[in-house]
Nanobody, 123 residues
Framework: QVQLVETGGGLVQPGGSLTLSCTAS????????MGWYRQTPENQRELVSA???????LVHESVKGRFTISKDTAKNTMYLQMSGLKPDDTAVYYC?????????????????WGQGTQVTVSS
């Protein structure tokens, strides 16, 4: 059973920065793809960014140049560094892991989910 725990959410002003962390109960080196999703009450959960074991990544168009995904396999932790935050980035952010290749992630979805952490961008 893979458990994922997110930390780092909170309230931040527009233009500010925040870093989310996701720590896994297993070695993330054994998980094919790790990623971040977000969801608002009005919208479906959307893929924000993901990275596979080779370091190949993908990122949603709306966060390109502002969000960076990274992993520290020694700590079994994945990060999402967010800068230039906008009110539209307000959402619950979920960490996810998938035992599928990166190109299949959108089609097949993750196998593991964290509990989510709230990010609110507001002045």
């Amino acid at each position: 059973q893979v458990q994922l725990v997110e930390t780092g959410g909170g309230l931040v002003q527009p233009g500010g920065s925040l870093t989310l962390s996701c720590t896994a109960s297993v070695s993330i080196a054994n998980i094919m793809v790790m990623g971040w999703y977000r969801q608002t009450p009005e919208n479906q959960r959307e893929l924000v960014s993901a990275v596979d074991r080779a370091g190949v990544g993908l990122v949603h168009e709306s966060v390109k140049g502002r969000f960076t995904i990274s992993k520290d396999t020694a700590k079994n932790t994945m990060y999402l560094q967010m800068s230039g935050l906008k009110p539209d980035d307000t959402a619950v952010y979920y960490c996810a892991g998938a035992d599928v290749i990166l190109s299949k992630l959108r089609e097949l979805g993750p196998d593991y989910w964290g509990q989510g952490t709230q990010v609110t961008v507001s002045s």
